[in-house]
């Protein structure tokens, strides 16, 4: 299957304690099931959920920016201290960070 025939998918782990969602991440694949298969959040496949996500298709393969997850309200946690980060994230190469444990150098970090 070529990544034109995939389609964006959000395979979540729903949080049934509180209502909301665990863990979340962006997947590219033919179907549902395959979008399950090929998810790395750390979560058995039985317990996982699928939801076309038409939106992120244009990013196939992957991975969708940051940026654009950001802006469409996904929450992060910082990679430092745990600490949920949106708007104030800050990206060091693929670490998300608060802009507490970025250090403040910022003319080497890229703001959202």
């Known amino acids: ?6 389609k964006a998918y959000v ?3 729903p949080d049934d304690v509180n209502g909301g969602v665990y ?3 962006v997947v590219f694949a033919g179907n ?14 039985v317990f996982l959920r699928a939801k076309r996500a038409p939106e992120y ?3 196939a393969p992957g991975p969708v920016p940051v940026e654009v997850l950001i802006r469409d309200g ?3 946690r910082c990679e430092g201290c ?3 980060v949106r708007e104030d ?8 960070l608060c802009p507490e444990c970025s250090g403040g150098e910022v003319d080497e970090l890229a703001f959202l």
Do not use: H
Not at 1 to 6: A, L, N, T, V
Not at 34 to 45: G, I, N, P
């Open 89 to 96: 994230a800050v990206m060091r190469g693929r670490a998300i």
């Open 23 to 25: 863990a979340a991440e």
């Open 74 to 76: 996904w929450v992060f």
């Open 32 to 45: 549902p099931g395959q979008a399950k298969v090929r998810s790395t959040l750390d979560t058995e496949f």
């Open 11 to 13: 395979v979540y782990e």
């Open 57 to 59: 298709d244009r990013y």
């Open 82 to 84: 745990e600490r949920r």
């Open 1 to 6: 299957m070529s990544s034109s025939d995939e």
